[in-house]
């Protein structure tokens, strides 16, 4: 049942981890939540209503690309997001603010916002936490994040400092911006690099605006897993329990997992959908690369045992002939087994959790992945620097 306001409920914990749902006019989202990431208004080789049948209640849209194109008044004109793409479900939009510390040519970042120059065409935009919200308005998304500066690790803890603090000021900007909207949300961004008082502060000071969600950004840009784990366990004692937690840009399946346990909600990562268009697989055998000229003759599905149909119904030799031959029909394929997979783990670990059984859980999984690299059947998956993949969905 849907509701005409934003509300969050925990419905059952096991230990840190919570299984909850986010209810909003557009639909309820199911927490822990993986969020497939549909960059340019797509989520990329997938049709819509195959989003929605895999178990996804809700899709990430990236501020940054659909303000150079198609614009956002265009999108407004045309009906807003939803219609644009034919989902009508909730959306979630990041703010465009890491993607302009990485994508844009040229960029100048001062009190006021961002100067920078697009990557498509070199001309240069301003981009103020106002306007990061207007635009995300015009878009018509249901959570729309602050404007934060997001800094690549490793850096000095003076740096850090600096991009946390500013990050903080325009939050309260984006705040006051957004005004009070029934139905929607803004999230706060605690940042602060991997310096864990600075990190306590920037949650402290997030809580403080008494906004409806709280997202934990600036990891998965190249630090170890282990750096992530130790900034979720340090702030998560300082956010709101009551608010949904939001891990953005993550991950790995053993990432989320992980996250999971330490008390985070809801995820996003182009890493499933750029994966599958570039032959690897995510199973319960663990990673796979359909390149590999050992699957040329293999016979069996993917796992045998999933309810998708590109996971359970052709072969792995056709699937590495479909990636060798660079066949868009491979690229789909594989997608959708990829975020079937994500999708299906979600609904495990919300099982799970309301059964109280989550460290079973996650052992049988972990053992699941394991077990595969024995039988030589993949791959391992790593955490992963997922810089490189944030201009694709």
Known sequence: MTTENFTFTVNKTDGTARTGEIRMPRGVIRTPAFMPVGTAATVKAMYPDQVKALGADVVLGNTYHLMLRPGAERVARLGGLHKFMNWPYPILTDSGGFQVMSLAALRKIDETGVTFQSHIDGSTHVLTPERSIEIQGLLGSDIQMQLDECVKLPCSDEVAEKAMRLSLRWAERCRVAFGEQPGKAMFGIVQGGAVERLRIESAKELAALGLKGYAIGGLAVGEPQEIMLRMIETVEPHMPKEKPRYLM????????????????????????????????????????????????????????????????????????????????????????????????????????????????????????????????KSEAGQHADNTAMVSEG
């Open 249 to 376: 840009g993550v991950g790995t399946p053993d990432d989320i997992v992980e996250a999971v346990r330490r008390g985070v909600d809801m995820f996003d990562c182009v890493m499933p959908t750029r994966a599958g268009r570039h032959g690897q697989v995510f199973t319960r055998h663990g990673r796979m690369n359909l390149r590999n000229a050992k699957y040329a003759e293999d016979t069996r599905p993917l796992d045998e045992t999933s309810k998708c149909v590109a996971s359970n119904a052709y072969s792995r030799a056709y699937l590495h002939h479909l990636v060798r031959s660079n066949e868009i029909l491979g690229m789909m394929l594989l997608t959708w087994n990829n975020l079937a997979y994500y999708q299906d783990l979600m609904a495990g670990l919300r099982k799970a959790i309301a059964e109280g059984r989550l460290a079973d859980y996650i052992g049988e999984v972990k053992e699941g992945w394991e077990k595969g690299e024995r039988d030589g």
